[in-house]
């Protein structure tokens, strides 16, 4: 089964500084790959997915970017962050349309 | 706005009774159906999933029923433990489509 890696668990930052958050998956090759984000007390917000190196589709306009730069690499980054960017923050996998595999996700506090 | 929603944010269940979750879908398209469990500060978890070929099935302890003419999704714990208390989520998608769409999910609190 795919095992999902995220890290930092827990990030806090203040509001204009940057942002990096990586995910990196296990036991599957060619996944599609996904970022979602989660406000508290709210559903799941899908943000960005990936099919493959270097293609990445955005679902919402914001101030956030991905990239893949390797198959089992997904990086959620921010040149500037915003308050609005607090959130926890998911990365997660699929082969195919179905059953997504998630991370145990990353905390954002932007103060 | 989301296709997908729970009828309750809420849910408070005494240990040892049976849990019915619901969820509603407005998107008639969608023929894939899942139910992730959610605990405090962790990532979701799959639970059981159903396609839109079924109306019922069973894994252990948990039944997700689908009735495609009202577009309603449950999900039915029986026998309801403290470690059934998280959050759960339904999720829907098109069986040729790469995302899923979650609804904003149901707390359920097990009162020993």
């Known amino acids: 089964s795919q095992t999902i890696h995220q890290w930092p668990a827990t990030l806090v930052q203040p509001v204009g500084s940057p942002l990096s958050l990586e995910c990196t998956v296990e036991?599957?090759?060619?996944?599609?790959l996904y970022w979602y984000r989660q406000a508290a007390g709210r559903g799941l917000q899908l943000l960005f997915y990936?099919?493959?190196?270097?293609?990445i589709s955005s679902e919402v306009p914001q101030n956030l970017s991905a990239s893949r730069p390797q198959d089992r690499q997904f990086i959620l980054s921010s040149k500037k962050l915003l308050l609005s960017d607090s959130g926890f923050y998911l990365c997660?996998?699929?082969?195919?349309?179905?059953?997504?595999?998630f991370g145990e996700g990353s905390r954002l506090t932007v103060l | 706005g989301e296709s997908v929603g729970l009828h309750l944010p809420t849910l408070s269940v005494q240990e040892g009774d049976n849990s019915i979750i619901n969820c509603a879908y407005s998107?008639?398209?969608?023929?894939?159906f899942i139910w992730y469990k959610q605990e405090s500060g962790k990532g979701p978890q799959f639970i059981i999933d159903?396609?839109?070929?079924?109306d019922k099935r069973q894994g252990q302890r948990v039944t997700v029923l689908l009735n495609k003419t009202v577009k309603h999704l449950s999900l039915q714990i029986a026998a309801t433990q403290p470690g059934d208390s998280a959050v759960y989520f339904c999720?829907?998608?098109?069986?040729?489509?790469?995302?899923?769409?979650f609804g904003a999910g149901t707390t359920v609190t097990v009162r020993a």
């Open positions: 997660a996998s699929s082969q195919g349309p179905g059953e997504l595999f």
């Open positions: 036991g599957t090759s060619n996944p599609n």
């Open positions: 990936s099919v493959g190196i270097g293609q």
């Open positions: 998107n008639s398209a969608s023929d894939y």
């Open positions: 159903i396609r839109s070929n079924m």
């Open positions: 999720a829907e998608s098109r069986s040729n489509d790469y995302k899923l769409s």
